[in-house]
């Protein structure tokens, strides 16, 4: 089974139904993140017509000044949501630095309840990896997945160290850093991801497509010298040492591979 641990299905619009085509045929289980409820609640109705699909709930840096004084009002879904993502920091995109108090104080809100709960987290690191790494090991969370890294080398490997997992997405097709990312970091902690449909858009111009998972894994099994069946395998393992007992994980476990 070929793994997408980050898209955002919710996105879609009216090209919806081809992806979720393609996702069935070719059986790609689906982490969509969400980065505000209104996406939330639009992934939970796309899941209820695929057993592929996982929505997960999660406050995106961006949106962070739209919660930030609401926050009590999103405990329902953070408890029914599996993970939570996509959450984080982000001192890269986001201009104003008058907004980062608002991401700290969101960041810091789900991460309390993911240590309660103790949960998968999603998290986006954009220019501001060291913080964030801080933030993580403030509050004890011991199941991270960080999304799309392309920062400074020396977080990444105090986060390596830490056992974090990482996700290698579509910027493994053009970027000479994130290759030697993905060459560097540990097989056990890599997953692959394609941040649909905008992943790809912004590098190319075009939406992308949930197939473009089976490249991610093709360049990801050139660069570690492997096959692509090794590293389909590998990531599907990853996520299942990942997610331990999570009932999530139903579908993964039962595809063997």
């Known amino acids: 089974m070929l793994i997408d641990a980050h898209c955002h299905l919710d996105r879609y619009e009216e090209s919806l139904g081809h992806a979720l085509k393609q996702i069935k045929q070719h059986q790609i289980f689906s982490i969509s993140n969400s980065m505000d409820l209104p996406s939330y609640k639009q992934n939970v ?5 695929s057993d592929l699909v996982s929505p997960v709930f999660g406050i995106h840096p961006w ?3 739209e919660y930030v004084g609401c926050l009590e009002d999103l405990d329902w879904a953070i408890s029914e949501s599996p ?3 996509e959450i984080g920091l982000d001192y890269y995109f986001v201009n104003e630095t008058s907004r980062y108090a608002d991401q700290r104080k969101v960041f810091e809100y789900f991460l309390r309840a993911a240590s309660r709960q103790k949960k998968i987290v999603i998290v986006h690191t954009k ?4 913080e964030t790494f801080q933030l993580l090991k403030k509050y004890n969370t011991e199941r991270v997945i960080i999304h799309w890294y392309s920062g400074p080398w020396h977080v990444l490997k105090a986060m390596v160290e830490h ?3 990482f996700t290698i997405g579509v910027e493994v097709l053009f970027s000479q850093h994130i290759q030697e990312i993905a060459g560097y970091l540990p097989v056990e902690l890599i997953l692959t991801e394609t941040d649909n449909p905008g992943g790809n858009e912004s590098l190319t111009g075009n939406v992308g497509t949930p197939l473009l998972i089976k490249d991610v894994i093709k360049k990801l099994a050139e ?8 590293m389909i395998a590998a990531v599907h393992n990853n996520l299942i040492r990942l997610g331990g007992d999570d009932p999530w994980l139903t579908m993964v476990r039962a595809s063997g591979g």
């Not at 109705?45 to 017509?49: D, R």
């Not at 220019?127 to 060291?130: I, N």
């Not at 660069?223 to 090794?230: A, C, E, L, P, V």
């Open 45 to 49: 109705k796309i899941a209820a017509t």
């Open 63 to 65: 949106n962070a000044s």
């Open 83 to 85: 993970m939570i993502g």
């Open 127 to 130: 220019g501001a990896e060291s």
């Open 163 to 165: 056992g974090f997992y």
């Open 223 to 230: 660069i570690r010298g492997t096959s692509d069946q090794i």
